[in-house]
């Protein structure tokens, strides 16, 4: 009786995958039904279940669930001759159980509409929007360096901890609110990872736990990188599951907040990306930009890039692919590199708005 139920599950498994295909169909039923519909509530549920607790749940819960799988493949390792169908099946269970899980707490939010549908912008933009965009938020990143250094060639240092940074982020996300009621942020569960150190050489600056809907930061990033990176895996915990939609309204949420340091973070962030989009299109072009930049800017995506350069081993392109390939099975095309959406999005946005 007991494999027949475990064989159920297992072939409910592949019953899911047709059914998700099905969903990448109807963007706007996931739309309306899931990501602005029940998403809501599981989400709010979620964050007031576990916000408020000091620590990550969802990291202790990734713990202890990988004690007690290492455990349970040591224990069950001589059945996997003797009772292989039995094993294997106790496998597929689990897999189709956290698989359900993992779409219904959060995961459907991958299949909604396109960000530039729901916003209703253009996804496309030439070289010479790129270029005259790129242009305005050196100007604005500019400003705001010199209002707060004073001197062109200094880099920008957060005078608060990163802690503060956590408690800080929300108020982004309400002044944001005011136009796109959905956006506000509340209950806050914002943490530093207890796993900073693998993510850190895995090449990752935070996730959410879509478990537990936490929102995870990085707690060895640099504090300069900390208000557009919360800002971000806040976007996920909204709902916007894709990585440059999250990346979009990270930035966002950094400028739209009232504070300056926020503003300069979220305005360099948008920067970088433009940035990397003008070298792809004409690096000529790209050296004559950098020229317009204050030095003390370039410091700070320095500073960053050391960060990162720091910790750089040879399995952190492994986990990077795997990733990659993931974002792509999960109706992300451009996987990790989807820098030009990104921009596409941010000129559309800005096109009749002031920066």
Known sequence: MLKNKKLLITLFLGVQILV????????????????????????????????????????????????????????????????????????????????????????????????????????????????AFTNRLIKKSNAIHLEITKNDTLKVILPCSKSEVFSMVKNGYTELSKTYPHLKYEPVSLKKSIYSIPLTYMGFSGYLNPFTNEAQVDGLIPVYKFPTTSCHEVAHQIGYAAENEANFFGCLASVHNPDKYFKYSGYTFGLRYCLNEIYKRDQELYRETLKTINKGILKNYAEVRAFWDSYENPIEPIFETTYDTFLKSNNQTGGMKSYSYVVALLVNYYKEKDL
């Open 20 to 131: 998700i295909n099905i969903l990448k169909k109807y963007p706007q039923f996931v739309e309306d039904f899931y990501s602005n519909g029940i998403y809501i509530f599981i989400s709010k549920l979620s964050r007031y279940a576990f916000g408020w607790l000091p620590f990550s749940v969802g990291d202790m819960f990734y713990t202890f669930a990988g004690i007690y799988a290492i455990r349970w493949f040591i224990i069950n390792r001589k059945r996997i001759l003797k009772d292989t169908i039995n094993w294997l099946l106790d496998i597929g269970a689990t897999m189709s159980l956290a698989y359900l899980t993992f779409h219904v707490l959060w995961a459907f939010n991958y299949y909604r509409l396109p960000l530039n549908e729901s916003l209703n912008i253009n996804a496309e933009y030439t070289t010479e929007e790129l270029v």
